[in-house]
């Protein structure tokens, strides 16, 4: 991203945002930039499989049923990082992704968080990395 990004634009970011790099385009679309996550693993704070972190003015907004969501270690990837891979190709072309990303976006993947929280084990998670595998090389090809 570009130098003061976060005040150019919203949380949410678009294929198309032009606060992306060259170099931010390239890593994003190999999920590149997701492997700094993998010290916060090594550290503990976080685990391969559990919901993705999401910016605080969303969990602000979160009913008493999503906070449950909050009792459980972030994660690198879960069910709707698998259905939402494609997260800035969704938003792109939007006047406001981050409204965009509340209304397309947001509901469907509190839902798919909400199934992990309730479904979590050691067999989900292996299926959970298993499923990101296969995409990640999907992507790649």
């Known amino acids: 991203m570009v130098v003061d990004a976060e005040k150019l634009g919203g949380p949410s970011t678009s294929d198309d945002d032009p606060r992306i790099t060259r170099v931010g385009k ?19 704070e976080m685990s391969i499989v559990g919901p993705r972190p999401e910016v605080s003015m969303e969990v602000e907004t979160y009913t008493n049923e999503e906070k449950r969501i ?11 990082s698998l259905t939402f891979h494609n997260e800035g190709e ?20 509190l839902k798919l968080t909400l199934k992990y929280v309730e479904k979590q084990s050691f067999w989900v998670d292996l299926k959970i990395i298993f499923e990101t595998i296969k995409a990640l090389v999907k992507t790649r090809t």
Request: hydrophobic residues 30%.
């Open 70 to 80: 909050l009792n459980v270690k972030p994660g690198i990837t879960d069910y709707a």
């Open 90 to 109: 969704i938003l792109k072309g939007s006047d406001d992704p981050h409204q965009t990303y509340r209304e397309k976006i947001r509901p469907e993947k």
């Open 26 to 44: 390239l890593l994003r679309k190999y999920k590149l930039d997701e492997l700094p996550q993998l010290i916060n693993v090594l550290k503990g």
